[in-house]
């Protein structure tokens, strides 16, 4: 028998292990969707872990078959359409910033997959280890909208062509494409194993040498961040709430395709 997760039960655990923060998503009945919930367990976590001097740096990694789904539509759909699109862009420009700003290398551990504002939290991610289960895919054109922030992220760790081929069409790719265009770090036959060999290796780096690293490398990717997250927060919101992305949500909660693409 199954037993149903009780209401109390979080959606984020944190635990230390192996001078690493472990922080897992795990709120699989909705695929670990960006939820009001998760959100803000997921920065309290991210807050815990900076602050934590038992924590050299932090594993985000996922509990179910998917590691983030991307916002909660549900939640979307329920809510006013523009209320609800300015939160969640903000909540999700904090998330991703959070992780940037983190003075501890993030490290992403996926075996499953990962879909629209989930493949922006793993690319905000130091480091992403994916396993042969994963799948990825930018799914937001096929209801409608585009994947707005984050391509804060996105854009300056992929190639621009795969930018512009999976933008649009929503294609689903495995972990080696993940890997070849720059989305994540490694495509491992076991994502666990590689991510214990790397936490290895960090463990070797002083706390400052680790924390000055990334500075240095998330610098460019910081500064273009803060110059365009208002102008695309405001484009984001701006599409919820429309004929093309209602009829989009809907016609995924009714499983059939949008009259679009009929």
Not at 160 to 175: I, L, P, V
Request: hydrophobic content about 45%; proline content about 5%.
């Amino acid at each position: 028998m199954t037993e149903t997760p009780s209401a109390d039960a979080p959606f984020v655990h944190y635990e230390v292990s192996d001078g690493f923060a472990v922080l897992t998503l795990d709120s699989p009945r909705n695929r670990n969707a960006l939820s009001a919930r998760l959100v803000q367990e997921l920065l309290a976590g991210l807050e815990r872990a900076a602050a934590d001097d038992s924590a050299r740096g932090v594993v985000l990694t996922h509990t179910g078959n998917t590691f983030c789904a991307g916002a909660d539509l549900k939640e979307a759909l329920d809510a006013d359409p523009a209320a609800a699109a300015d939160i969640r862009t903000r909540w999700m420009i904090r998330v991703l910033r959070d992780i940037l700003v983190l003075p501890k290398p993030v490290v992403a551990q996926v075996n499953g997959n990962v879909r629209a504002g989930g493949m922006g939290i793993l690319a905000a991610c130091d480091i992403a280890v994916a396993g042969p289960s994963s799948t990825f895919a930018l799914t937001e054109a096929r209801i409608g909208l585009a994947p707005f922030m984050i391509s804060l992220t996105l854009l300056p760790r992929t190639t621009s062509r795969s930018a512009a081929r999976y933008y649009q069409t929503g294609e689903t790719f495995d972990a080696a494409e993940a890997e070849r265009i720059g989305l994540i770090t490694v495509a491992a036959e076991d994502a666990a194993t590689e991510v214990n060999r790397l936490r290895a290796e960090l463990r070797k780096s002083s706390p400052q040498g680790l924390a000055e690293g990334k500075r240095l490398v998330n610098a460019a990717l910081l500064a273009e961040f803060d110059r365009s997250a208002e102008e695309l927060a405001k484009r984001s919101a701006s599409y919820f709430g429309t004929p093309e992305v209602i009829e989009g949500m809907t016609a995924f909660f009714e499983r059939r395709p949008p009259n679009w693409a009929e």
